[in-house]
């Protein structure tokens, strides 16, 4: 069974019942999530063994937070227990023309406070197969920033594979320029996932206009990633946020040995849960790769992996292989 | 910050968890709604001083009422204590082709068996910018039905501005015309919400023919109410109901000093809460009325706040100025 | 089997969840109950076939109610549609020092209002074995009152046996005085149940000081209620309330035939809801006296039933025989 | 009132909380079922007599069982009671591009264990109108599927319609060859309820290219059923799953006395919960049958009876004539 | 009407349902409270003008609180906006020999950032009667400190009454002295609420051995607060937890003046929810003082009302005067 | 860190919302639990490396029934997939006099039709502390039995401790003596975990009067057991049911080598979930020995744990072991 070690911050996310208005009843639903820790659920219900590395208060939200993921098959071996607070958001999912809304409550969190030594990345990545990381983790504060880019620097040393999700989040750059930080953490990784917008942001890399989305602009969009940064592979998202009832969600994969670019399947998703949308595409991306499909077949399985995560409740994407399997030979 | 004063019956709604249908669960959602309440709800959240006068039951059920009207930030200093219940309705949502069923249990509340001189109209009107009543209240009883013409004629009097939104129940008139009361409430008022069917009903203004909404039918609607009854404006909306879930919605503001009709933006919307639509369009059409919006402005930032009322659960609209702003922006 | 009619009114009853005040929560769980409802079913669940007749409006509240009721195990062939509501109560169970709160909402239901002579009771207690009715059903209108009274005419007249429960309610009769209907009700009844409050306010039949429950209090009540008015049998409840979570509970039966005073085992009780104490009561002196038990017996088990019931939530008492007399032999 | 009696299997279905994974939350919403359950309980709310037989443990789990038949309005006198508990199934309903999925631990209950003469059909027969069987119960075990097959005679003997749905479900048919007894039980049936597929693969008899609904392919099937087993009318019921939440539904009605087809209306549906929508479809049916209402007048109501399930929590069908002929009025 | 001011920071509380652990379900229960909250929202159900002051971060979380506050009748003018959050806790309320278990999360709020010159205390408690606040609030912050400092000089100055809480949580004041500050807060107040571990702590007043709280003991430290600090009369409240369900519950309170010190009744109580115990007492002795009952008898109405609220969940004590009197007399 | 290894049937659990009965609302609160699960998740709670052997249906229901233990933090390497079902049981938790209700459906479970040669037990023990499994195994079938057995002896040969808890269940061993096998389970163990009666009934070892647990009793009983059976430790629990919600608990150990029989404190219970007492006694006492602690202090650790547990809903004991020490020291 192939190993992956993915990196980041877990926060508590608090939701309204229903379609309800946040605070609208007394009454709140607990999820846990983040970027890289719904990549490591999604790892582990795809059948990876999947460690998650983080840092949790020790207290009884933080042991909450560890049991939620243990309870989707996630190792928690690595996980350091110490700092104030975990962090929250709360998430309205919104309804048809009501958008959603989120209000974080991030700041000070133990992870963010971490120590830039507090792992032993050369232990945790012995014998892994691959290493993921968002770009919301450099923004976190200077230890996790730190944390990640000598992980990285490990990685490479031991020959784990790399990938990056830029995941832009504006308000943690506010002040900052996040391209220095975030072409660090890039160059050179074996697949690096976000959307054109991303891409000129935080690496400072633009190619075509904003808000133009066409096959050619992903197309030089991923190329000049390729070749500034040595990227090996670079794959696209494109969400179409008709209303927050409905998505159009496909997905576009660079592959720069070959210089192909390969088109995914467009889905017309009625959401029920847009968060972890991409996390999900990322983290099937990885599966469908270390199980060695042709780059087609796993950008397919990746993009029905993340629309289907669009229906599910959480930011976990709770789906077997087979279950994503059944939607490509369904629609296929 | 302007005042707007409104007056109605405030009632309990009851309602079944997610898409049940009534009795299915033995749980029961409270709310607590009426159409004027409605109106007052949404001023409140729009940022208008919002003066709500009702008469509730001095009970654990009254208190509830009282609670909720407060937590939506609506001023309820001269709202009457007394009567023996107050009244409630059962609302099923329905789902697609399962229309909503609502049953009505109003009789001999509080509100109906108020005293015609209990409210002291110039006392409370004094200093407000804004009256609202809808056509709903004179149906209720006669202490109801002489308050609220009395009212007006304090309004008039004060200089204090008067809309009056038909919302024709045929229930509350069977074996009456509405006409008389309702001319006479509506006489010389500032503006007019309705639709044609209610101008002819409750008015015995007819224009066109019945079930024709066209912008045609919609002005000769609106001439034949201000040239009869002196109205400075007439508001129409038109719900088109696709299916429980499902509606079309659009309004038209007439202008009777310039005779110009404006028609707003079409709304297909995939509804939560059908309950309070017209009520939200009435609320922030004055509020933008009193914000300085020119017509069509003020017509599009009504549309908007009301189709965005059909996502969310409950008879009240809780958004904000800048929430319906974003929707007009994100669709203009 | 043997077959017992009962006669009254249900109401739907509305609790908060938990131990929360009412609408402290926008959530009310339903239940439906009413003294001779109660009765009714708590006689279906001790496998007597149980007759409910009563009046329910002819809308959703109304099916709901007739839902409750055959899901229960009562028979509703008896039960007539028609009128403008269901009744409605408002339930705050308390805790401890906190009081138990009602609120009724009870006026202008569908059985308060329905005709003297809507019912065939002829035909309705043809072959039945018991009637029930309860001090409430006279209080509640001319309509029921006339009706009540001819049921126990009627059921004299075919050998029916018949029960009466004082039921006490000072909120129903007010300006009236209930001794002429109640004492007219209870006349020449085989089990007439009470306490000695409601026997002095009901019967206008004093014996012994007020607040004194002793022995020969009840005795003195129940020999002056036999001689008085013919009642076979008299059976009185004792409630000691220490606090909204404990009752102590015990009984007496009183049998004109031989001059016996049966007292019961005394129960004190962590009480979960004290709604339809009295009722089970009643139901199961029914139900033991049917079954041949001897009085001191029939007494046990009609004590331990309706202590049984102070631990379930609802109205009504969902115990088997079984069960009961479980708690007889545990507690023997 | 006609009087309708149906026999088969019933189970408890337990379901998570909105469009939840299962057990994504420590919650159960327990409903209960059974494709012939759900026909009695229709028939129950279209205000027919509804007698249903089936076998139910002697615990709590058989006594919430009958309790929520009788809440629904079915007769439940001919319920047996014994074997050793009630079979469950667990339902995710699933949300788009998420399939419906079905846990079923339905094996060893008390019905599939019956023994082949527990029930005496001539006595429950006596008077009736209708009966009702599916192509589940032969195949649940040798005592139901004796039994059915008895019941079907004497139906025949006393002058009993009857109506067979075929409900194929391959997994209940492992190793073994449904068409000898399902043959057997359809043959020279008042109505046939099924689809092409369950035609080919429970009766044997093929007409068309599988996969093809054509009217051409329905009227192929529906002719061949007549004439090799002597049905006197096939209706056919053909869903287009769309995505969990979105199906295509309409029906067609061959008479084999007229060789007529009907086609109906097609409804295309937003979907609250899929299962029982062929029960509600047969039930209607066979109450538009028995109302004396003509073929295809018939077909529109079970139709829209059926697409009208399709809105409704749970397996039963919980509407009354009234709704359904006003969504055939509102369409028509 | 009386008109009271109080000034505090006001937090989110989080509760998980029934009587599980934290985290068990995933699910929350929303509350919001405070130490001077908890005394606002208590006066405002005993009918004072009850004006809180805080700031609450200007996010949806903020207006939640707002909300909360307005559906209790607390007034919120002069609630200040801004900052970055609001604090929250955590409460597991335990049963029996499980203990009570908060997790705080409630550094940098808005509140403990607040400027120390954000309130202009001259227009605040302009034509107030009394003004309030507890030992928490100097402990959160510079801002907080130098305001309610301020605050006190102010009411001094206007001649408005001033009571303080210690509240003593040692948490807050980690490597402080809380004495200097409080001792300042203290000084000439109207009325000390307090116990004497905390009077000790905060005041370093000693007087008896620790863990002795008889009336000697508790005289002796209000003596010596009074004597030292000038306190008009110093109220010690006495909690005995024998259980997390069962709490003893008295108090005593000592008048300067007269030397007199009152012992109140003994409540044994039934804990349902324990927060908020000692505010509320704080409150109805405030209210009884402005309602200006002699000292024993305010003494014995805040101990019922206190003892009350422990059977209340939430923070706020939801009761009236007449429930509060209604005690007094049961047990009286 | 100590890692312990336990072996036995793991079943999901259904009760009731509150104090409900069982399906008095469409409600079911979904846990899981057993014997040996209850220890293994008591065990990981007190930071032991926690094994957990047995076999899950590969399905949804195994599925959650893995994510529930290791949400724990329960190891799960070794557990099967595999048969037909996972075992049900319906708890009703009762309250005072209404006793706990408890409705079994566990035939055919994965785990009672599990192979006996299924688990690799030299694999599973090699480096293994301790090992668990209680008298409910062997009762389940012939391959639990055999493998249970089996796992003693490989426990034996390789050093590994071992306790059996008997937990006598009459349901179980119908028409069979479990003296033969639970005798060779229990031959030569480190602990024997029972209450006189279950030592009588299961093992044929009679000392003392049925029902009287008096010390003598308990010590003739674990004398007589070591004697025969050669058990080094013998623990005995006795439990007074005072009533629904009230126990009384404490507990014994006896010591072969030296002859000492200690008793434990006694706890008077106000019981939230009786369920899994006896389990987390055995799951503390294991740790306590593991942990070093002298015998009389293991025991005292021991019982307050399982008081603790009572106080807890579900089956599992989620306690640390500082909040046990705590609740020693409180009462110490």
Known sequence: MKRVVSFGELMMRLSPPGSERLFQSPQLRTFFGG???????SLAHL??????????PANAVGD???AALRAEGVRTNNVLRGGDRLGIYFVESGADLRALRVVYD???????????????WEMILHGADWFHVSGITPALGEGPSASALRAVEVA?????????DLNYRPALWTGRDPAPVTRELVRGCDVMVGNPGAVAA???????EPGNESDGVL??????????LGCKAVALTRREVVSASEHGWSTALYTAATGELHASRHYQVQVVDRVGGGDSFAAALIYATLDGRPAAQALEFATAASALKLTIPGDFNR??????DAIINRNG
Chains 1, 2, 3, 4, 5, 6 share one sequence.
Do not use: K, W
């Open 106 to 120: 991030r700041a000070n969190s133990g992870f963010a406070t971490m120590a830039a030594d507090a792992l032993d």
């Open 156 to 164: 490479r040393h031991l020959g784990v594979r790399v990938s990056v």
């Open 64 to 66: 909450a937070a560890l």
């Open 47 to 56: 059948g990876v063994r999947s460690d998650y590395v983080t840092r949790l």
């Open 202 to 208: 935080m690496l400072g890399v633009r190619a075509g």
């Open 219 to 228: 197309r030089a969009a991923a190329e000049a990633v390729s070749a500034e």
């Open 35 to 41: 970027s890289e820790a719904n990549v490591a659920a």
């Open 319 to 324: 789906v077997t292989v087979d279950e994503v």
